[in-house]
Nanobody, 115 residues
Framework: QVQLEESGGGLVQAGGSLRLSCAAS????????IAWYRQAPGKQRDLVAS???????NYADSVKARFTISRDNAKNTVYLQMNSLKPEDTAVYYC?????????WGQGTQVTVSS
């Protein structure tokens, strides 16, 4: 089993920055990739960024050049540095850990960007 816990959300003004953290515990050696998703009210959950075991990264077009995903293997933690935030970035952000057999999800953290 894998457990994921997000932190770092909050309220920020447009143009500001936040850093989200996703701490993994349990059988973390089974995780092949970790991703951040977000879900705004009334909308589907969308991929924001992902990082694979090898370190390759992938970003949604809407966040490229503004968001950076990174990891600290010693701490089993993945970060999402979010800069130049926009009101449309407002959503609940979820951490996803993918193994061969299933996906694991955290409880989510709210990010609210005021204009």
């Amino acid at each position: 089993q894998v457990q994921l816990e997000e932190s770092g959300g909050g309220l920020v003004q447009a143009g500001g920055s936040l850093r989200l953290s996703c701490a993994a515990s349990g059988t973390t050696f089974l995780i092949n990739s970790i991703a951040w998703y977000r879900q705004a009210p009334g909308k589907q959950r969308d991929l924001v960024a992902s990082i694979s075991r090898s370190g390759s990264t992938n970003y949604a077009d809407s966040v490229k050049a503004r968001f950076t995903i990174s990891r600290d293997n010693a701490k089993n933690t993945v970060y999402l540095q979010m800069n130049s935030l926009k009101p449309e970035d407002t959503a609940v952000y979820y951490c996803n850990g993918r193994t061969v057999v299933k996906d694991y999800w955290g409880q989510g953290t709210q990010v609210t960007v005021s204009s």
